[in-house]
T-cell receptor
Framework: AQTVTQSQPEMSVQEAETVTLSCTYD???????LFWYKQPPSRQMILVIR??????QNATENRFSVNFQKAAKSFSLKISDSQLGDAAMYFC????????????FGKGTRLSVIA | DTGVSQNPRHKITKRGQNVTFRCDPI?????LYWYRQTLGQGPEFLTY????????KSRLLSDRFSAERPKGSFSTLEIQRTEQGDSAMYLC???????????FGPGTRLLVL
């Protein structure tokens, strides 16, 4: 079975500081996509960042960037200059197979931002 | 682009009753997905459609659950003879096609008493 492991159930960061959320996954596919989603309290899930596995360059979106290590099957999310609005559950996810796109999610990391 | 919408947002029902949820995907997105999320967990896949065809159903989807997407636009998820274990957030997502990002709706929170 495909699995996604987020080993940090909870993290906290001071406002304006940097935090890294970890994610490891298990797939036998060679070409796939990886996603980080954010789910604020009582609000809907939104995409933070997306990485194509065939690209060696790490994806970046403003203050969000990833460290993608394909051989190690690791996909961590770095949030720079943390803001109070970054407080949320963060989920790592990837499609269950190359020919099928339902996503497999990790259990999430709850991020708190301290003012 | 108005995003994915779901109705109702909240549903409280008694055990044994039937409930139906609706999802309206982003216009022209041909893939539509249903997930279930319980407290403290990530979403788990239930079923998905490409246009009106239901392509896959998870083993989580018991025979009390049925989903349709009759015209390839909106979708409904029905749960018959609800059980307390069905209490969860039911999420709908849509995407333009294979490999594309899935966009999620706000979810329907079900509580079975």
């Amino acid at each position: 079975a495909q699995t996604v492991t987020q080993s940090q159930p909870e993290m906290s960061v001071q406002e304006a500081e940097t935090v890294t959320l970890s994610c490891t996954y298990d797939t036998s596919e060679s070409d796939y996509y990886l996603f980080w989603y954010k789910q604020p309290p009582s609000r809907q899930m939104i995409l933070v960042i997306r990485q194509e596995a065939y690209k060696q360059q790490n994806a970046t979106e403003n203050r969000f960037s990833v460290n993608f290590q394909k051989a190690a099957k690791s996909f961590s999310l770095k949030i720079s200059d943390s803001q109070l609005g970054d407080a949320a559950m963060y989920f790592c996810a990837y499609p269950e197979s190359s020919g099928n796109t339902p996503l497999v999610f990790g259990k999430g990391t709850r991020l708190s931002v301290i003012a | 682009d108005t995003g994915v919408s779901q109705n109702p947002r909240h549903k409280i029902t008694k055990r044994g009753q039937n409930v139906t949820f609706r999802c309206d995907p982003i216009s022209e997105h041909n893939r539509l997905y249903w997930y279930r999320q319980t407290l403290g967990q990530g979403p788990e896949f239930l079923t998905y459609f490409q246009n009106e065809a239901q392509l896959e159903k998870s083993r989580l989807l018991s025979d009390r659950f049925s989903a349709e997407r009759p015209k390839g636009s909106f979708s409904t998820l029905e749960i018959q003879r609800t059980e307390q274990g069905d209490s969860a957030m039911y999420l709908c997502a849509s995407s333009p096609g294979f490999g594309e990002t899935q966009y999620f709706g706000p979810g329907t929170r079900l509580l079975v008493l």
